[in-house]
């Protein structure tokens, strides 16, 4: 079972159920069915924070990823702890769909690329 925990402290609206569902499309079709995400959406100075702190780029952006087991062998007892998707509404404004659909493909181990790009076209 895939369980999203979402936190908006953004300010903004967010369409929260239509965030869930992409995030568990992309999910599902990259044949990951069980794991716990967790998506925030974040105002922008928060977001040039977070880049700030674990990228060094003193900059706000639309997508940070932050990824725990991915795909990782795990016992058969652990819950998949997939990671985080962290979002800034006020950058990405209603195209939030691609940066989210990037986000949980970089929790699931993908690079900046042609695979990428074709993958996120694939899903939005």
Known sequence: MLSVE?????GAEIEESAAVELACRVLRGE?????????????????RDLKREHLGIDEST???????DG?????PCMPRALG??????QVVGDQWRRPLTHGVLHLLGFD?????????AAYT
Do not use: T
């Open 6 to 10: 979402v936190d908006n402290r953004s």
């Open 31 to 47: 044949g990951v069915d069980a794991g716990e995400l967790g998506l925030a959406f974040v105002a922008p100075e928060e977001m």
């Open 62 to 68: 639309d997508v940070l990823s932050f990824p725990i």
């Open 71 to 75: 795909r990782d062998d795990l016992p």
């Open 84 to 89: 985080d998707v962290i979002i800034c509404p």
């Open 112 to 120: 900046h690329g042609d695979e990428m790009e074709a993958r996120e």
